[in-house]
């Protein structure tokens, strides 16, 4: 890789017109028509076929059913279901999509509230269908064995008749399900609101400016003045303390919203739910934390050598963890212009796989990716699926940064794990999280091990080495300290509101319990659970350690890749085409893989500790 100076290119802004043309298009306009139509379609099927769930859960009061009826019922349920959920996700997406990147759109905005109903209604009828399946769980596996949508729907059947358990009457589930838009979800969409609009007045280049937080967070990362990165980490921290009110507001918001439901629903706690949506029972979880916890003294001895390096005497101060150390290579940082992280990430990801290699053409040719920052624009990057087009968009905000090159490659791990779910059913594909993040780790790693291998130097190794730990220790240090804040915050919500203080104060200790005297006690970062939106997601509790599986689980199975090399594609490709019809664990176990043992997270662990040797041997 040879060094080249930042470009002066224009970055993409995605395509999404061969969704809808726009949001005033016939086209759209046609398809939110025929929503509704899909909807009433399938409320009046519920209706004919008596399908409801009891007060009580149980079947007494149903009309009676046989094996062969109740196949036939749930064949017409899963045709219906399947193509309504197909044309609300697109829909729905394609709105999110234009919000995303211009949240000052208010007519996108208009139309994401005013789509709003028809979710709540699926999630009516699904809930419905579930309590149904529920009832009648004696007679699934009868009706299981009859041919047809119902014997291809197996797993995701069987989990939702066991789960139904943990459904409210459906009048309580009914209310919940409208309630939700003025309730949790509504707080969520406030600090969604706050955090993208919110201007911070920062000096710089002897401009005074007022800049996005996303802005500001990326002069605060990767600066080269140190001087800069520790005063945009003050005017951050500013910046959320002069909105700390309403976000604390809204989380409180959000987690009694969840405490309420989960108590109203049986569950023992929030991390219950949590760990049934990731298929995953607490046992793994604990064996997870508690090989990552074993790991810290080594992320430690990282933080600490790093910051001597930077010249810090009392480990790491929160400005600094996404510095580089040395300038790569004359000149300054390796940058990447965006033209060259497409050939990279292409030329690399031939080399494991055409498939996954035209996948990418295809994402950079069509403009898949929106890449360019700038005001309205939510900060981070995501992948979403379009089903009816049957292609996947990717959100970043490119600076240039070998970090930035890797953010890509994993968005598209996620787009190539679309694209062997293609084949799925959406009831099929709807994946837990722990395994949301597989191909993304996968391909990171992929590309992470190209960069190291093509360096041109020991200075630009470590570089590689340093924007690798940079990541690794996100998700081993920072993602469970964000888990113990989120546990601790469900537990005291339960018994009453926590201040912004009590959030802070929590946060702050959160931190050290993890990054130890890696981190500057002086300068940890009090407002984490202001900016980052996973908090505030009241369907998605503990958003957080399903990364740290995510990567190790990745990591594990590239060890299974190194091994077995370009036999291991097609297993691979199969595995990622079954993440919504089977546990992680049962899908591990195809690659001898044992979940349950701390061995196997040992092993992904050693992989990021041999990388911090070498780091601190390059020292
Ligand atoms: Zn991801």
Not at 17 to 31: C, I, K, M, R
Not at 81 to 97: D, G, I, K, P, W
Not at 334 to 359: C, D, K, N, V, Y
Not at 476 to 482: E, K, L, M, T
Request: contains cysteine.
């Amino acid at each position: 890789m040879p060094p080249t100076a930042p470009a002066a290119e224009a970055l993409p802004h995605w395509d999404l017109s061969n969704v809808y043309p726009s949001l005033e298009s016939d086209e759209f306009a046609e398809a939110v028509a025929q929503l509704s139509q899909q909807l009433e379609a399938l409320e009046a099927y519920l209706d004919q076929h008596r399908i409801t769930r009891t007060t009580n859960g149980s079947a007494a009061g149903l009309a009676p059913l046989g094996a062969a009826a109740m196949a036939a019922v749930v064949n017409g349920s899963l045709e219906r279901f399947n193509r309504l959920m197909r044309l609300s996700t697109t829909v729905q997406t394609y709105v999110r999509a234009i919000v995303a990147t211009d949240s000052f759109n208010t007519q996108a905005r208009r139309w994401q509230s005013r789509l709003e109903p028809a979710s709540v209604r699926l999630r009516r009828a699904s809930i419905r269908f579930q309590g149904w399946l529920g009832a009648h769980a004696a007679l699934l596996p009868e009706a299981l064995a009859q041919a047809g949508p119902a014997q291809e729907h197996t797993f995701v059947l069987r989990e939702l008749a066991e789960q139904s358990r943990y459904l409210m009457s459906e009048p309580e589930e009914s209310l919940a399900a409208e309630l939700s838009l003025s309730g949790g979800p509504a707080w969520s969409k406030l600090q969604g609101t706050i955090a993208s609009q919110l201007g911070v007045p920062f000096e710089h280049d002897g401009q005074s400016q007022v800049l996005p937080v996303t802005a500001l967070q990326n002069l605060m990362w990767y600066h080269p003045q140190a001087e800069v990165r520790r005063r945009a980490y003050e005017a951050e921290l500013a910046a959320w303390a002069s909105v700390r009110e309403p976000l604390a507001a809204a989380l409180n918001g959000v987690k009694g919203h969840v405490v309420t439901l989960n108590q109203r629903r049986g569950r023992t706690d929030a991390l219950h739910q949590a760990l049934d949506d990731a298929r995953l029972d607490r046992a793994t979880l604990d064996t997870l934390l508690g090989a990552i916890q074993a790991s810290w003294p080594a992320f430690r001895r990282y933080l600490q050598a790093k910051a001597r390096r930077l010249g810090h005497t009392d480990g790491m101060p929160w400005w600094d963890l996404h510095a580089q150390v040395a300038p790569p290579a004359p000149g300054g940082a390796r940058r990447f212009s965006f033209a060259e992280a497409q050939r990279f990430i292409g030329g690399h990801f031939g080399r494991f796989a055409p498939s996954l290699a035209a996948l990418a053409q295809r994402a950079f040719a069509k403009r898949w990716i929106d890449a360019e920052p700038r005001a309205g624009k939510r900060g981070g990057a995501f992948c979403m699926w379009l089903p009816t087009v049957g292609e996947s968009r990717v959100l970043c905000n490119f600076d240039g940064s070998l970090d930035q090159l890797f953010t890509i490659a994993h968005e598209l791990g996620h787009a190539y794990h679309n694209q062997c779910l293609a084949a799925c059913q959406p009831l099929q594909r709807v994946t837990p999280m722990t395994l949301a993040e597989t191909a993304s780790t996968f391909c990171e790693t992929l590309i992470t091990d190209a960069a190291m291998a093509a360096a041109a130097s020991p200075a630009e190794e470590i570089s590689i080495l340093e924007t690798f730990l940079i990541g690794a220790t996100q998700i081993v240090v920072d993602i469970p300290s964000r888990y113990l804040f989120e546990k601790e915050v469900f537990e005291r919500r339960a018994e009453a509101e926590l201040s912004a203080d009590d959030f802070c104060e929590l946060m702050l200790r959160c931190q050290a319990a993890t990054y130890g005297d890696g981190l500057d006690a002086r300068y940890r970062h009090p407002y984490m659970w202001a900016w980052k939106p996973h908090y505030y997601r009241t369907e998605l509790s503990f958003y957080n350690f399903p990364y740290a599986f995510g990567l190790l689980f990745g990591l594990g199975l590239y060890a299974v890749y190194q091994q077995r090399g370009p036999g291991f594609v097609a297993e691979y490709e199969a595995l990622l085409a079954s993440t919504g019809q089977a546990p992680p664990a049962d899908l591990a176990a195809r690659f001898g893989l044992d979940l349950r043992r701390p061995e196997f997270w040992q092993a992904s662990l050693a992989v990021i500790e041999q990388r911090i040797d070498q780091y601190l041997a390059r020292g």
